[in-house]
């Protein structure tokens, strides 16, 4: 299934993996070098991106308040703010011919809230599918590492700080690696669409091969630059 509807101009491209697996980093070092070569570009986040997203994602995430969320409310609120999402944000700026770089999307859901928690997968695919209007990246790079070294990462040496870590971050190892193992189904299934890497190696040769590979992607597509001047962080 492709996603091409009336925003053909632009160019698709999420950063998924397990916690703690750089895409973040990555994923702004890549808009970095995406605006250093005079593309127009928008970088965003799920959950959040929007006004309605960030307060979903505090719900999820962080506010103790709602802290017996069943999986099955946990999609739907995801859903739901991604739907605010892509109708805001995310195929506005498609339409006007950008790059959109998103750190995370339906595969996450897909991930977490199916692999990890064990909601029917093609539920989650069906959710996800109505959410976006059938919008689906361009490519999709995963960075991929074992569950431990992810975590290690988000904790460092003080494991005082766990506390700090968001209560998906918090589910444990068994939970976790469910999730690492639905990330490397779906690029099985689509492997002509996903980038999979090994979030362990150094960011600077992780950065180097992301950047030859969407240049690729964007020759083949005819990407070109389209101004000198910084593209605008969303």
Known sequence: MRRRTNDAQGFFITFEGPDGSGKTTQSQLLLKH?????????????PGGTDLGELIRDVILHDDRFDDLSPRVEALLLASARAQHVN???????????????????DSTTAYQGGGSGLNIEDMSRLNHFATGALVPDLVILLDMPIEDGLQRKLG??????????????RGL???RRVRLQFLNLAARAPARWLVLDGRLPADELSATIERHVSKELRKQGKSPTRSNPGRLV
């Open 174 to 176: 068994a939970y976790h």
């Open 34 to 46: 995406l605006e250093n070569e005079g593309f127009e570009v928008a970088w965003t986040r799920e």
């Open 88 to 106: 805001e944000l995310i195929r506005p700026q498609l339409e006007t011919g950008k790059i959109v770089l998103c750190d995370r999307f339906t």
């Open 157 to 170: 040496e003080n494991i005082d700080v766990s506390d700090s870590l968001s209560r998906i971050e918090q």
